[in-house]
Every structure is written in structure tokens, then in C-alpha cells.
T-cell receptor, first 113, second 112 residues
Framework: EAQVTQNPRYLITVTGKKLTVTCSQNMNHEYMSWYRQDPGLGLRQIYYSMNVEVTDKGDVPEGYKVSRKEKRNFPLILESPSPNQTSLYFC????????????FGPGTRLTVT | AQKITQTQPGMFVQEKEAVTLDCTYDTSDQSYGLFWYKQPSSGEMIFLIYQGSYDEQNATEGRYSLNFQKARKSANLVISASQLGDSAMYFCAIRRGGKLIFGQGTELSVKP
């Protein structure tokens, strides 16, 4: 089944403890992206990647890192999480940059205390 | 800067009636793409419809159509024959290069 998977789905952590949220797609998509969703703000793009080893900042990249060493994986790294990073995170992928349909993962709900 | 505005935080519609969800955007780009996504209470994001800035015809996908008025910079979503399962959050988004910018969303409630 074609899908985007994220792990973990739920995470409660403490300020400053490094964490990684994994994202994997099995559709051989070139384009992958991370978003955060906060009430009243919609989804905001954190980082995106147009292909392996090609990443770029979205609108809210501060406090986050990403890497794209393999086509299928695009992990989101929080080196020192803070409470303002408490949010719902979505990973998404599409065949190419200009493909009109993005496939979203199920979301990861992160709470930083 | 890119901006997407959805002015209706919440809307109600009677089952089987049509409803229009508003979306206006602000861009100086000539080439861009406009999207609508649905987010039911279960949380997943579901792609509904896409309109390219150079597409001359309004996009349609089943009961969904996009009323694209380029000069007015609006891309309203029209849902015909509303169903109870259409109750959800709806997000409009604009793509510029690799970036996708979302509006704040409209919560649609369909009444039986």
C-alpha cells in the first residue's frame, strides 16, 4: 500500500532532550516536506526536500533540522526542543516538486514540557 | 510575501445543499498552484483539488469544483450536494516553488 509513515505518532518529552521524528514513503517520491499545525494558524512549512541531499527552509525552520540521505526517508530533528514546539507535525511527499497531489502522513502529536 | 486568507472560520450547511468556502491569496508570481485539502476530525490531510495559475478552466473533481478568479486572486471551493461526511476542516494552500503556504482553515459542519 502506498503510504507515508511517521513515527512516533505521539510523544511527550522534556525541554532540551533531543528527539527525532521519522518519516518514510514507499512511493519513490522525490519531494518531501515537513509541516506543523497549530490552532488558528493552519499548517506551516518547516523544511522541504526536492531530492536526496537537497533540502531547503520553509517558513518556520528555527529550532529544526532535517536530512535526506535516502530518497524514502526524511527525518525531522529537534536538537533542543522547547515548549513552543508543542504541535501536530505532518510529513508529506509528492512525486516531484510540481506534482499537484501531496500525500500526507498520519501526523505526530508532540508535547514538550 | 505569499499570503492565503480564509475569512470564514466556521460554516454550516444543510445536507444536500451546495456550499462555497472562500479563499483569497496574495502573490506577485505569475506561475503558482492552488490547492484545497480536507482534514476530518480523525486528523489526516486529504487532497481534494488543484488549480494551476495558467489553467483556463476551473478544476473539478467529483462534487468538488474550484471557482478560480485570477484577477480577483480568489480560489473558492464549491462542494455540491453536501453530505454528512463533508463535515471537516478545509484548508486552501498556494504553492510557490518548493514552498506550500496554507490558510487558517474553515470548519464546515453539515446539518442533517
Amino acid at each position: 500500500e502506498a503510504q507515508v509513515t511517521q513515527n512516533p505518532r505521539y510523544l511527550i518529552t522534556v525541554t532540551g532532550k533531543k528527539l527525532t521524528v521519522t518519516c518514510s514513503q514507499n512511493m519513490n517520491h522525490e519531494y518531501m516536506s515537513w509541516y506543523r499545525q497549530d490552532p488558528g494558524l493552519g499548517l506551516r512549512q518547516i523544511y522541504y526536500s526536492m531530492n536526496v541531499e537537497v533540502t531547503d527552509k520553509g517558513d518556520v525552520p528555527e529550532g529544526y533540522k532535517v536530512s535526506r540521505k535516502e530518497k524514502r526517508n526524511f527525518p525531522l530533528i529537534l536538537e533542543s526542543p522547547s515548549p513552543n514546539q508543542t504541535s501536530l507535525y505532518f510529513c508529506a511527499s509528492s512525486l516531484q516538486l510540481l506534482s499537484y497531489e501531496q500525500y500526507f502522513g498520519p501526523g505526530t502529536r508532540l508535547t514538550v514540557t | 510575501a505569499q499570503k492565503i486568507t480564509q475569512t470564514q472560520p466556521g460554516m454550516f450547511v444543510q445536507e444536500k445543499e451546495a456550499v462555497t468556502l472562500d479563499c483569497t491569496y496574495d502573490t506577485s508570481d505569475q506561475s503558482y498552484g492552488l490547492f484545497w485539502y480536507k482534514q476530518p476530525s480523525s486528523g489526516e490531510m486529504i487532497f481534494l483539488i488543484y488549480q494551476g495559475s495558467y489553467d483556463e478552466q476551473n478544476a473539478t473533481e467529483g462534487r468538488y469544483s474550484l471557482n478560480f478568479q485570477k484577477a480577483r486572486k480568489s480560489a473558492n471551493l464549491v462542494i455540491s450536494a453536501s453530505q454528512l461526511g463533508d463535515s471537516a476542516m478545509y484548508f486552501c494552500a498556494i504553492r510557490r516553488g518548493g514552498k506550500l503556504i496554507f490558510g487558517q482553515g474553515t470548519e464546515l459542519s453539515v446539518k442533517p
